[in-house]
Each structure stands twice: as C-alpha cells, then as structure tokens.
DNA sequence: GGTTCTAAACACT
DNA sequence: AGTGTTTAGAACC
C-alpha cells in the first residue's frame, strides 16, 4: 500500500553527473556519483575521520560536506530535506559502520563515529528487526534496538547512573559484545566524549581535511563535572592542571581536562596531532603514551609511517587481555604519570607555521590510532612479548631494561617521558603492581567476565586519504566560521 | 543479487 | 525543524 505514493523519482535523472549511462567507467575517470566515485557511506567515513575526535554530529557532517566535496558546495543552505541531507540520514542509520552516540552534551544531536569493528564493508544486515534472532551481532543494530526499548522505559540511568557503575563495565571492545555492552560503550563514550578536546586549543591544523570544531559546533559538555567526577577519583586533573597553566588560563576550568585526555604528539613536521580519547579510551590512551614517552616525534612518525601493516587482528587477540586490564583504574594512574608528558608535548601546541600536511595529516590524523596499535601489535614483538608494553615499540634500550614488567613499564615510563634518560629504577613497582592487581581482580570480577570477550578487533580505518580535495582542501584549517 | 542512490513516511525531540 | 529510522523503487555492476 502506498508504494505508489512513494513516487520514486528517476535515479539519477536529477543528477546529472550520477550514475548516467555515460559515468559507468568510474576507473578512466568517470565518477560514479555527481561528486565522484566515493558513495555517500565512504564520504561520510572520511568526514568523521577528518574529526580530530573522530566523532561528527549530523550537522557537522553537512556542513563537512558542503565545505569539502565541491559537488555540494552550493547545497549546504537547502534545507534538511534536501535529498542529499536525506541520504547521508540515511546512510548513517543504514550502515553499521556508523554508530551514533549520545551527545548528552547539550540538546544537539547524537555523535556519529566510525565503528571501530569495522561494521564490516558497509552494510548491516540490521534490516528486520524482526528477525533480530540471527546471529547479526553488529552493536549498532543491537544498541538501537536495546535504545530503543531503553528510551520507551525511561532511560535515567544515562545521566543518573553513576559513573562508577558503568566504568567498570568499560567494555574493552566497543563493538563486539552484547547489547548491553553497546549500550554501556555508547554511554560511557558519551560521558567521557566532552573531554576530548574539542575546541577549546588551538585549531589543529594539522590535520589537515580535519575539521577542528570551534566551540559553536563542538560543545563542552554541562557534562564537565560529571566527568570530573568521573576522574576525580581517578586524579586525572592534578597532573593536567599543575603542568598545563596556560592551557587552563585560557580555557578556563572546564577545559583543562581536555588536555588531561588528549595526548598531543607531533611527529617530524612538528605537527601536533590530538588523539581523542572517547573511542578507544583507556587502552588507547596507556599506548599512546608510551610510545611518546619512549619515542620523540620522529620516532613516533616513523613508528606511523614505518612498515609494516601489522595483522592487527592478530595482536589485537593478543593484547585483549591486557587492555581490560589496563582500563579503569590503571588506566588513571597512567595519566597521571603522564602528565609531564602531556604537558611537554603540549608545550609545543600547534604546527606553528600551519603548515600543509597532507599525507601526515593523514597518517597522523586520521588513523593514528589504528597505526599506533598496529605498531604496538607488531607480530615480532608479540611473539615473545607477553604484554603491550614490551610491545611498544620503545627503543631498544629501555625496551629491554622494562621488557619484563610491561604494565609497569608503561606506567613507570610515563612519569620519565620528560627525562626519559632517567630510569625507572628508583619508582615503586611493587606499589604500582598491586594496585594493578587489585584494579585487575576488581575489573575481571565485576564487568569483564561477562563479556565474551575482549575481542579487539579495531580494523584500522585507514581509509586511504583518497579523498579527491585532501590536498585542496588540506590547504586549510577547517573552523567552522 | 548485492550495492548504492533517491524519495518519502514516520517517530521522536 | 532537525534528527533518525525504515521502507521502497530504481539504476548499476
């Protein structure tokens, strides 16, 4: 019934520069679509990576698009219900390889990321609700569904809920799991999302097709105290705050902890990249520091930009057990310690001379991550390396002198990542272990055992910077006006 | 047949 | 009005 209603429009008839029967040979140089051979799906992709956060709302999504795919330049004032708004709706609601995240932030609209498992190809087999009952694990399908329900009920606990209660059940891989779990990722995403750095710094430009949100798009969270609380416990802020004045100065009381929770890395060019926090959190954050402690920006380049794709598949399955266990707890104590850290790098805020990054942008930028754990997995380290830290690819000599304790070795190396000629000699272990293993024990008892697993499966979304404008529109910070 | 785009109906905020 | 979700038709490969 009302199929006809539907109207279908021709195809393509309206675009011209569609899938006309003239476009077919995308290779020679045809494109697929107006704008070019990239699906709606793919441009979205890139937009959210461009995010420094990885992280867009819908609306910054349209507006990434109308600043950077020249096709829709001239949309970005149609209304929402122009066609192509529709399409990117619908493509974010349609692909699995997009998950919205609540943005209790302000009233705005959810964030929407890339899903670290990958959502596979593109499709998600959400289609039938119904037949929910397959194996159709994808967390997106899952979290709707469970949303859904959860918002008919009442979803108090999102705001009430205390943050301790859901900490814990950090679920080390957002993606896989039950949908608890994806619930519990997304809302612990959200709480933790207005710590990243959003604006409040220095426009990076670094990354370059990146989008740096200034504070009218991006917003800081009312949240702010929640999570605070959060990592008061935690004493994420002392180091932040004690090491970065000017940061706080200028952004004022809420934001310091932006810096608390983004590590900035420069590599060569002096190009400093910010590593949002929200998505791969805790383990991300312990790994990414140590490879700055242990490694200058050079260093961190090469590790970047050097060899080998790693099966990270391969390593992630490895490095699971530990992630859960460096979540939480551990996990503070690793920002803490890496507040020296944190602030050095800070210290030398943005690419000063703005200058064009492309490729490193690039690499840095948008799947910096993905490469950093795909280093961290390397398959040489892994094989005798029982644990992440060993695997970080930490020169040589203070590789081997830590080897042992990795844990600790990252823990201990964070607070010598400014003078990282110094040894960790004279630190605590032992005090450092045991809180390890009570924070361990705790975790596995409360949360972790349940889910099946801490499957890691974060498939680096490394799309290839293909996009057609990158060096164009690389030429320019991307603040919204 | 699967993918992708387009259109539109709905629901929710 | 904007945002999200779904359903459906059609073009392509």
């Known amino acids: 019934a009302a199929a006809e209603a539907r109207a279908c429009g021709p195809r393509r008839g309206a675009e011209p520069g569609a899938r006309g029967p003239g476009a077919a040979a995308r290779k020679g140089g045809s494109r697929r679509n107006a704008w070019g051979n990239q699906s709606y799906a793919e441009l979205i992709s890139q937009a959210i990576e461009s995010a420094p956060e990885k992280r867009l709302t819908l609306a910054q999504i349209y507006e990434w698009m109308v600043r950077f795919v020249p096709y829709f330049k001239d949309k970005g004032d149609s209304n929402s219900s122009a066609g192509w708004k529709n399409s990117i709706r619908h493509n974010l609601s349609l692909h699995s390889k997009f998950i919205k995240v609540h943005n209790e932030a302000t009233g705005k609209s959810s964030w929407w990321m890339l899903n670290p498992e990958g959502g596979k190809s593109g499709k998600a087999p959400r289609r039938r609700a119904a037949s929910m009952d397959n194996s159709s694990k994808l967390a997106k399908v899952r979290g709707k569904a469970s949303k859904k329900k959860a918002s008919l009920q009442a979803a108090p606990e999102a705001t009430a809920d205390s943050p301790g209660s859901q900490f ?51 917003n800081v969270p009312p949240t702010v105290t929640e999570e605070l609380e959060l990592i008061d416990g935690l004493n994420l802020m002392s180091p932040s705050s004690s090491v970065l004045p000017t940061q706080q100065s200028a952004s004022g009381g809420s934001v310091q902890r932006d810096s608390s929770f983004s590590l900035r890395t420069q590599n060569s060019a002096g190009q400093a990249s910010t590593f949002g926090t929200s998505l791969f959190n805790p383990v991300d954050i312990s790994l990414q520091s140590s490879v700055n402690c242990f490694s200058g920006p050079q260093t961190l380049e090469a590790l970047l930009t050097s060899s080998s794709p790693p099966p990270s598949d391969v390593m992630m399955t490895q490095v699971d057990p530990i992630l859960p266990q460096t979540g939480s707890r551990l996990n503070s104590q690793t920002f803490l310690l890496l507040g020296g850290q944190v602030t050095q790098n800070k210290t030398s805020p943005v690419n000063p001379r703005g200058k064009p990054l492309e490729q490193q942008s690039e690499s840095v930028g948008a799947s910096a991550l993905p490469s950093m754990l795909s280093v961290v997995a390397s398959p040489q380290n892994t094989a005798s390396m029982p644990t992440l830290k060993a695997q970080v690819p930490v020169p040589a000599a203070q590789a081997v002198h830590l080897g042992t304790q990795p844990l600790l070795s990252s823990l201990s190396s964070a607070p010598f990542g400014v003078n990282q000629d110094r040894l960790p000699t004279d630190l605590d272990v032992d005090m450092y272990m045991e809180n390890l293993e009570c924070d361990v024990d705790y975790i596995i008892n409360s949360d972790l055992m349940d889910g099946e697993g801490l499957d890691f499966n974060f498939e680096p979304i490394l799309s290839a910077p293909s996009y057609p404008n990158t060096s164009q529109a690389s030429k320019h910070t991307w603040v919204p006006s």
């Open 168 to 218: 814990p059940k950090w679920p080390g891989s957002p993606l896989s799991r039950n949908n608890e779990d994806s619930d519990v990722w997304t809302s612990f995403r959200a709480r933790l999302s207005p710590i990243m750095p959003e604006q409040d710094d220095l426009p990076d430009e670094k990354l370059l097709p990146s989008l740096v949100y200034s504070s009218a798009s991006s």
